[in-house]
């Protein structure tokens, strides 16, 4: 594998840091073009504008930005990654399907795709661990003195920061299980969402290196030093073997599944190697699979012996976006247990990586929970802010809202883009919805911003104008801009007249 070019090594500490000299594509090169954002409602528009504006940075996802005091945070930054790349790839199907050029969609996931290179075989990694080990990745490599095009004057949070400079070694900055497959899953999205080629094959060698990583260790995640990851940070990812092989093989096949094995240590039989065969046989049972999707607990019976494993609360997201993509699932059983548990965005993963006909699976009470927690989306986007209940957390289904908070750390809000892009996709939500929320949101607009400028007379005609125009005539006032200082002299004022 090709790993980026470093052009000067700054040592700043007795740890040292590389700064990377690569050319960003422009940021502004990132907007839909050609009429295209008509597709999106405002508060997608919004959504995907703070995204680029305040949390990407050359590929890399911040989790959260504290406004109030320039700061930004790179926690998990390689879930974050995945999770861009599951929202885009949606985004290029949504323009796809509609005719519309993906190109700029293109770009960004491209340049994320690429990024992984910043953290699979990073010379971080050679510097902290000894060596580098192909398919080993960090979380992330932005720190104060490599900081990705992030600001001078904000300061920055994460792994890589605590353990160069805030001596924090329990912050390992090394892959786990919910950062590897969270991406395995962004792969998979671009995959088979999207049409440039060039993306697909990154994404398909991205993969390769991965899983031949973990298949060699068979799914025990280890420092490239040999040094321990502590159980708590996702070393272990012997029960998601089976999903990420099959997950992988959807988006490369190499016989991954065919070609994985995980050790076990059964009761009075001891240490035990099995394949990925047996380990599904395991699994496949219905009991076991109920438990897997609903309790915290679920208990293999190997040779007449059995052990009991445990699934951690935080872990419940990556079983539903897994097992979703799992076909050997039954349909029912997934899909009953991710309504259950609220899991809305496994459902519409299923539905459409199997042709699944969402109308006819959920009852109307069930489609209506889903799209009321669509339309529940903030203006302002997610935050944690209590009041914002089930959008106060990073991200909708891997976490539950705490009702605590203090309201300024804001987050990226990835997981509303997939979600709206995926409800249109399985025929939920439509155009009309969105040109209706749309018409709905700029009155609103009007009436918050300018009723203290014309008279009440005045803003009537000028709110009901905007209801009755269609969208094409809005697009062409409006240019979907959004900008008072643009709004003001071009199109209110020649309404009031």
Known sequence: MKHIILSSILLATSLGSFAADRTSIPKDSFSLQGGSDSLFSKKYLDTRDRLIQNFYFQGQIAEGYVASENHIIFADQSIEMGRALMALASEAKTLADNGYDTAST???????????????????????????????????????????????????????????????????????????????????????????????????????????????????????????????????????????????????????????????????????????????????????VKDLLKEDTIELEYLGNKRTIDIKPYSKNLVFMTTALVKDFQHSTVIDAAMESGHYSSVLYRSLAFGLDVNSILTEDEKSDMLSLYQSYPEDGPSNDPAKGAWSVVYQWSRVPSGTGDGKEAYTGLDFMAYENNLRQVGLIGQAMIDEQKREEIADFYEQELKQT?????????????????MDALKAELSYSFKPEILIPTVILPLLL
């Open 106 to 288: 293109d770009a960004i996931i491209g340049e994320i795709l690429a990024a992984f290179n910043d953290i699979e075989g990073s010379p971080y990694e050679a510097q902290l661990y000894g060596q580098e080990i192909p398919g080993f990745f960090l979380r992330d490599t932005v720190s104060r003195n490599d900081r990705k095009g992030v600001p001078e004057s904000w300061t920055i949070g994460s792994d890589l920061e605590s353990i160069l400079y805030n001596n924090a070694p329990e912050y390992q900055p090394a892959m786990s299980n919910d950062q590897t497959l969270t991406l395995l899953v962004g792969w998979w999205a671009v995959a088979k969402w999207t049409t440039n080629e060039n993306n697909i094959k990154q994404a398909q060698a991205n993969t390769s290196l991965v899983m031949n990583y973990l298949i060699d260790n068979k799914y025990f995640i280890e420092l490239p030093n040999g040094g321990q990851i502590p159980d708590r940070r996702g070393s272990d990812m012997r029960i998601s073997s089976l999903a990420a092989s099959i997950i992988a093989d959807q988006i490369s096949y190499e016989r991954f599944y065919d070609r994985s094995k995980v050790e076990f240590d059964i009761p009075v039989v001891g240490d035990v190697t099995i394949d990925t065969h047996d380990l599904k046989a395991l699994l496949l049972v219905e009991d076991v």
């Open 454 to 470: 014309p008279s009440q007379e005045d803003l009537d005609n000028a709110v009901n104008r905007l209801k009755e125009i269609g």
